[in-house]
């Protein structure tokens, strides 16, 4: 029996009413992604007719390294979070708190008014991208993978905060390391040292961006 058989496995399902199933799809990703030293290990979304994501994370529950995963299906508006660790009533403890999260988080978005719903939008866009960069990074991927994300993170920062006084800092270091970066080769790897700076950096960045989020959920 492998270490994965071993573990326990913990599941709720939330039914949505919201026909945003992208943006509920990344509130999820916070309600979980938010926390500290969690890491996104795996993703995907589907922009078909009907939104469907998934995202695993690795993190620890109750002080025991477990995984976390979301599946959303747009075509049945539902959200299902996964739980694998050592502790089931861990588990059950943990998934409950998020679920419970993510509802107050949907009412909240839904109240919203339409311009701060995009605001915030991007902003939750904004955070994948930072998980996502420290993802490629730990994977060693080329750089034009680690440099779409900084772009596009940035972007969406800016979006965010259209309209706003005075300039954020994120926007600011973003596009520095941009600057930095981008004379590299783009199908290479990172230097191992730029790549350990701009790791610890994605940690102000994440800070930084759910500040913004909390204006709104």
């Known amino acids: 029996m492998t270490a994965a058989d071993e573990q326990a496995k913990v599941s709720r399902t939330l039914k949505f009413s919201s026909d945003e199933a992208a943006a509920v799809f990344r509130i999820a990703w916070y309600a979980i992604a938010s926390k500290p030293n969690v890491l996104l290990e795996e993703y995907s979304e589907g922009e078909g007719k009907h939104f469907k994501g998934m995202a695993r994370f690795s993190l620890q529950i109750a002080g025991e390294n477990g995984q976390a995963i979301i599946r959303l299906d747009g075509s049945k508006s539902s959200v299902e979070i996964d739980t694998l660790g050592m502790d089931e009533i861990a588990l059950a403890g943990y998934v409950g708190g998020v679920i419970e999260s993510l509802k107050d988080a949907i009412d909240k978005y839904q109240s919203l008014p339409e311009e701060d719903r995009g605001r915030l939008r ?96």
Not at 145 to 157: D, L, P, S, T
């Open 122 to 217: 991007r902003a939750l866009t904004a955070k994948t991208c930072w998980d996502r960069m420290v993802r490629e990074i730990l994977n060693r991927s080329p750089l034009t993978n680690i440099y779409y994300q900084v772009a596009h993170g940035r972007e969406m920062i800016i979006k965010a905060l259209e309209g706003e006084n005075g300039v954020h800092p994120i926007t600011l270091t973003t596009s520095a390391w941009l600057s930095q970066i981008e004379s590299l080769p783009r199908d290479k790897t990172l230097p191992g040292s730029v790549a350990s700076e701009l790791a610890k950096k994605s940690v102000e960045w994440k800070r930084e961006t759910q500040e913004i989020i909390s204006r709104y959920l």
